[in-house]
């Protein structure tokens, strides 16, 4: 179980609404494209670990599950590994293959990479990358969440500098 070690509950970059969220609503309820459905071992410590380390809201209290957002289209929708429903699924999410091969990636958006580094260094999580440049005029941070699921948060470095420019770059090193 992961422990969250800092005494005071630090803001995640999504808790005060922009201007633009205000206007939109950001905490509504709508038809999403796509998100990420993930098996946990535990509820409340994978719920704690989206807040606090990944900087996630929770959108709507739900029974038996937790839909948290990082930004408007960025849900995931946490779901225990129920053990008397589906026995395979709840013996791979506490093997230690839980969460291999599958990584979301986040842009941010009223925070940086810098400071996702440090709200994992204020409840002492699991860094697996980063920060670190890459070389695609981006810098990111890779964490892992407590079932081994892994979590890009990437920025862009020079906003002015177009795709062929950057890949242009890559060819000449």
Known sequence: ???LHNSQQMPTPNDEPTDTESQSNDIDIYPMP???RMEVTDM???TDWYREVA???EVAPLPGIAHLRY??????????ADESERP???AQATSELAGNGLSLTLNVENETVDDVFERTQSHDATVVSGPEATPWNTRQITLADPDGYRLVFTEPVDTE??????MDSLDSE
């Open 55 to 57: 900087g996630f809201r």
């Open 44 to 46: 409340e410590d994978s």
């Open 34 to 36: 796509m998100f990420a």
């Open 161 to 166: 500098l177009d795709f062929e420019t950057a």
């Open 1 to 3: 179980m992961t422990t």
């Open 71 to 80: 930004r408007k289209y960025a849900d995931v929708m946490l779901v225990p």
């Open 88 to 90: 395979e699924q709840a």
